[in-house]
């Protein structure tokens, strides 16, 4: 079983950037496909963003491309989320997931692995 920890998040101000963090507790994480969703209060959890298990192919929802990068260093076994132009409608809890094979990375329901989350505000 992979754990995963989300790290990163804050009170930021529009226009900021702020860098996410997943990290997972052992290599097989290198062979794991990642997305990172979010979840406002009273909204459905949403994709974010995805990258596969080499970092070669990367997936972005329409409302961050352009202003977010999903990144991983397998070294450190940790997956990315670089934000930049953040926007208040940005806020919300941001999870990361994983799983060895995802065919729909936009699905929550295709990732067996999560993380607690991690709250990013973003004050105008």
């Known amino acids: 079983q992979v754990h995963l920890v989300e790290s990163g998040g804050g009170l930021v101000q529009a226009g900021d950037s702020q860098r996410l963090s997943c990290a997972a507790s052992?290599?097989?994480?290198?062979?794991?496909?990642v997305g990172w969703f979010r979840q406002a209060p009273g909204k459905e959890r949403e994709f974010v963003a995805a990258?596969?298990?080499?970092?070669?192919?990367?997936y972005y929802a329409d409302s961050v491309k352009g202003r977010f990068t999903i990144s991983r260093d397998n070294a450190k076994n940790t997956v990315y989320l670089q934000m930049t132009s953040l926007k208040p409608e940005d806020t919300a809890v941001y999870y990361c997931?994983?799983?060895?094979?995802?065919?729909?990375?936009?699905?929550?329901?295709?990732?067996?692995?999560w993380g607690q989350g991690t709250q990013v505000t973003v004050s105008s």
């Open positions: 997931a994983a799983d060895l094979v995802v065919v729909k990375v936009k699905v929550p329901g295709n990732y067996d692995y």
């Open positions: 052992e290599h097989t994480f290198n062979t794991y496909a």
């Open positions: 990258i596969s298990w080499s970092g070669d192919k990367t």
